[in-house]
């Protein structure tokens, strides 16, 4: 009887053995499904999938898009698996993935942000020494206060503050741009008043971060001058300077500074020279708008 029933289990055994799919390492999957070889925390992983599910990843490389089951997924090892937040495998649709679906842990519920301070995302809970705490009120993607959102990501109250900044020496009928790539306002030239109010035209450049002007030394530099216009170019990344006067002079040049240097255009059919005109950027149709001003001194 011992060696009948020895033979059955065996033979059951067998049974089982054969409706195995084998995906080495010791790991089999059921009759019916294929083997994927998927990267987790790390790791290199057999998973049993849906043999279809390889189709919509031909071609694909991991990590791309795909079409799971009607919903959105990822291709895995050649094979199209649904995203899920806390399966430790980074979706396509995810930021992070660290295996679970705990806030605070520097991976956030959704999987959608890595819960640093800056990159957009509102993560309202951090964990510190194993205990929640309150952390960000705002997140507007970048670190610099008085913004409305301070640099540690906490809303600020609109309100007036004094600010102690080194200033560019007194001058009158200068001209000022912002340079928005740089977020810096770029000021050049004016006049300081003489003797017996005679205008004493300046040719320095200075630039503002918001907390203090900086004076930028030049080896190229505009003809000193005051009354001109200057207007940002947001497209080449360009402050443009037309016109002004000093010594009893018109001028009718076009400069451009780039935040390092200097350097005279030459347009065709420029305006005639002229002072205390107004001007502003088009960048619909990159063109610098020059309107009015006078043409006599």
């Not at 919903?71 to 979706?91: E, K, S, W």
């Not at 001209?175 to 005679?198: P, Q």
């Not at 016109?243 to 059919?269: H, I, M, V, Y």
Request: aromatic residues 6%; hydrophobic residues 35%.
């Amino acid at each position: 009887m011992r060696s009948a029933g020895l033979l059955v289990v065996m033979l059951m055994s067998g049974c089982l053995r054969d409706n195995l799919v084998d995906c080495g390492n010791g790991v089999a999957c059921p009759a019916g499904t294929a083997c994927a070889t998927v990267a987790s925390n790390g790791l290199d992983i057999n998973l049993c999938v849906d043999p279809g599910a390889f189709a919509p990843c031909d071609g694909l490389d991991d990590q791309s898009p795909c079409s799971a089951e009607t919903m959105g997924g990822t291709c895995h090892g050649g094979a199209c698996l649904p995203n899920v937040c806390g399966n430790a495998r980074l979706d396509a649709d995810e930021f992070c993935d660290d295996g679970n679906t705990v806030t605070g842990d520097g991976c956030s519920f959704g999987c959608a942000s890595d819960e640093r301070c800056g990159n957009g995302v509102i993560d309202p809970l951090a964990i510190v020494n194993d205990v929640v705490v309150p952390n960000e009120q705002c997140d507007d993607g970048g670190l610099l206060s008085h913004d409305g959102c301070s640099s540690g990501c906490k809303t600020e109250l609109m309100r007036w503050e004094s600010f102690t900044i080194s200033l560019p020496t007194g001058k009158h009928s200068h001209a000022l741009a912002y340079d928005s790539a740089r977020d810096r306002m770029v000021l050049f030239g004016g006049a300081a008043t003489g003797n017996f109010g005679v205008p004493l035209p300046r040719s320095d450049t200075w630039e503002s971060d918001g907390t203090s002007w900086t004076k930028v030394p030049t080896s190229i530099t505009p003809p000193a001058r005051f009354g001109h216009v200057m207007a940002y170019d947001p497209v080449r990344r360009r402050t443009l300077l037309f016109g002004g006067t000093s010594a009893g002079s018109l001028f009718g040049d076009t400069w451009e500074w780039d935040g390092t240097s200097w350097l005279r255009l030459s347009p065709q059919s420029p305006p005639r020279p002229r002072r205390n005109a107004a001007a502003t950027y088009d960048p619909v149709r990159g063109r610098l708008v020059v309107f009015g001003g006078e043409t006599v001194n």
